[in-house]
């Protein structure tokens, strides 16, 4: 048996155009079931039948588990996750997982095991973006090409052994599918955290994937010919049956000098306006076609050290906090140190998306919903968005998040909404139907 979600449901019958007296003479023992307007277990059958009704697939309609307003590891729990990792024919890492909530992205701290007198293999990178830190005690090396002697490929990343040591090392953000590897400086040991983060092109990956194998061969050749920007400005263009002979003449501008946009391959000052021009045509936001740069090195990192860490100290609430790196690219991926010295019981954070933390030092509680949990070096904790929550005692905590449960392309669709207090109180659990029936 399998449980449907009555909202999912409600959703692809208004897409649709089925209404429920349809409904009722196809298939009255769902019908009884809908009309309750609870979710309800169906039998493979009953479930085959829906997805055949609906035309969906299996995952949009069935029931997702709820989310908790936690989840708590403690540092034995995360210890029992260890799995040891070979490569180059060495024992390279071991592995450990952070709570999250299933299909969540999960932090893992990694025991850093290549010795200090050899050269790390490179992975293959992943699709998912990351933030690291390293937590210490010792420095460790960094390998993200296979020049070694240039610094952004081959460098130190260090730990913080001095002052405000709660600020415990050296962080970066790497792009997607970067080739990296790790290995320690010395003979002292060290672990990272790594949290590789919710990707934005998940959903474009998993969709292209189901493509006509055709269909992504002439996008990568239009990539290749005329550059991202260029490509997807040309198809929007075609997709509403704008010529550019046309737009030479909607926009007094010579035919040449529309075709030198299209082979200019990227989009800067000087053939801004043709873009807003053409934008404006259209109709649509030229934002999403202006190029940008960014902050980062030559293979894609933003790094900051711990001693630049230091300079961004700061109070925020009940806590000492201080800045981590960070990629204008991934606006939800961030990280914070965050220093607890107060007893007060407080629950004065909450944020707009789900929260991992990892206790670094000291002892503290962890408040919640009237409970008073007790933390230690090595515990963590995961948090639901928008979910009041608190630490009091003496230590600190790392503090990462990276947008999953809401993004800022959410948070875009959100701000265009033309009437946002209608709309958004609809959206939570909408058992309307379309208007045929009542």
Known sequence: MIIVDIYKINHWMNARKVTLNLLKK?????????????????NTKELDFLKKYLDVHRDDIVLKEKLPSYIIFSKKKIMSTKRPIKRDGIHFYNYYTLPSPKGFKAPVILDILCPFDKIPKLNNGHLEHAITVNLGPGDIYGRWGLNIKKKENYSIIKSNQDKHDWIVGDTYVEPTYLPHTYSLVNKTPSQILSYTAKSQ?????DNSNIWPDQSYKNFINSVNKYGQKITFLKYYLDSRGLELKYISRRLNISLKNINEFFKSRKINNKNKVILEKICKIMNIDKLI?????????????TYKS?????KSIRNYKSYNVSSMASSERYPDLYGIFMKVSKTKKVQ???YYASTHYLVTSGKMLFHMNNKNIKFEKGDSVWVAPFTKHG???KGSLIKISNGECIDYQDIYEINKIYDHEKILKRIYKDDANWGYEI
């Open 391 to 393: 630490f009091s005692g």
């Open 289 to 301: 076609f202006l190029e940008k740069k960014y902050n980062e090195d030559k293979v894609g990192k």
């Open 201 to 205: 092109l998940q959903k474009f990956s």
């Open 306 to 310: 711990f001693k630049e860490s230091i």
């Open 348 to 350: 004065d954070l909450e």
């Open 26 to 42: 196809t298939k009255k023992n769902i019908y009884n079931k809908l009309i309750k307007k609870k979710n309800f277990l169906i």
